[in-house]
């Protein structure tokens, strides 16, 4: 189906303290894959994610300008906002903040739970989530025992859980040595294949063209396309 999932017309995002990471940006995502963004710290990254999972303004406030619509609902309507995060999933930056629940289990139980209730078709779920991204062990622990790198394979874990139509993976390989990030790398070739997957990463000499559909650059508020091609990748 070639329909747009999401839409960015002329967006601009403004927050409280005057800072404008997006600015007169456009964007059209359709269909399956994994679509890599990359940019400066600061550049505005998380911003775009945050805006595209219906977070812009509820939960972070910002002033937006612009026509937005994420899967043909437009995350600046409250209700649509609602609905947007039944079917798009954030796994976010920080680990801080990130769980709603006290053991690994229940973390994930209670979002596969979610997701049934809401009739999403459980895809990949919570058994092979587990597996693929070793968290056996773990699944009995407290959250807060977890290390850095284990938070962030639970956070990737929650996200890829459906996985609903649009997985949003802020920094998904942060915390994580090299043996990690290529567990992680070859569960999202599998996922990209049924699902869209927006992947905002600094260390994307991990990206190539056998794992990447698109590649976009933020500069100056702006998403610019660039060639995929991983060699000019690493000097732009
Ligand atoms: N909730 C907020 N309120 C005010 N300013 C914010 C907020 N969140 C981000 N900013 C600012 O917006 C700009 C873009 O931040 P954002 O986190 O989107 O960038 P990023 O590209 O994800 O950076 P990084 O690579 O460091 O994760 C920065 O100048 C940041 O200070
Ligand atoms: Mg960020």
């Known amino acids: 189906m070639d329909y747009n999932k999401v839409i960015l017309e ?7 303290n005057g800072r404008t990471p997006l600015r007169n940006t456009n964007l059209r995502l359709n269909g399956n894959g994994l679509v890599l963004v990359i ?8 911003t775009l994610l945050r805006l595209i999972a219906g977070l812009i303004p509820w939960i972070h406030y910002a ?8 899967l043909g609902l ?21 680990t801080n903040y990130a769980f709603t629940y006290t053991r690994v289990y229940e973390e994930l139980y209670s ?59 802020d920094e998904p390989l942060s915390d994580l040595d090299m043996e990690s990030s290529k567990t992680v790398l070859s569960l999202l070739e ?28 933020l500069v100056n508020g702006e998403l610019v396309e660039q060639d995929m091609v991983y060699e000019e990748l690493r000097l732009c």
């Not at 002033?63 to 994420?70: A, D, K, P, T, Y």
């Not at 209700?79 to 930056?93: E, G, H, K, M, W």
């Not at 997957?197 to 650059?217: C, I, Q």
Request: no cysteine; charged share 25%; glycine share 8%.
């Open 111 to 169: 979002r596969q739970q979610f997701l049934e209730e809401h009739g999403v078709r459980i895809k990949v779920g919570l058994e092979d989530l587990v597996r693929l991204l070793e968290l056996s062990k773990y699944i009995d622990y407290k959250i807060s025992w977890l290390s850095g790198g284990y938070k962030r394979r639970l956070i990737i874990a929650r996200a890829l859980l459906g996985p609903p139509s649009i997985v949003l993976l």
């Open 10 to 16: 002329n967006v601009t995002v403004e927050y409280g």
């Open 190 to 217: 599998d996922i990209r294949r049924h699902t869209l997957l927006v992947v905002a990463e600094h260390r994307y000499s991990f990206f190539t063209n056998n794992n990447v559909d698109h590649v976009y650059k």
């Open 39 to 46: 940019g400066d710290t600061g550049s505005g990254k998380t």
């Open 63 to 70: 002033r937006v300008e612009g026509f937005i619509r994420v």
């Open 74 to 94: 437009n995350p600046l309507n409250y209700n649509d906002a609602r609905r947007i995060r039944l079917y798009v999933s954030l796994a976010p930056q920080s």
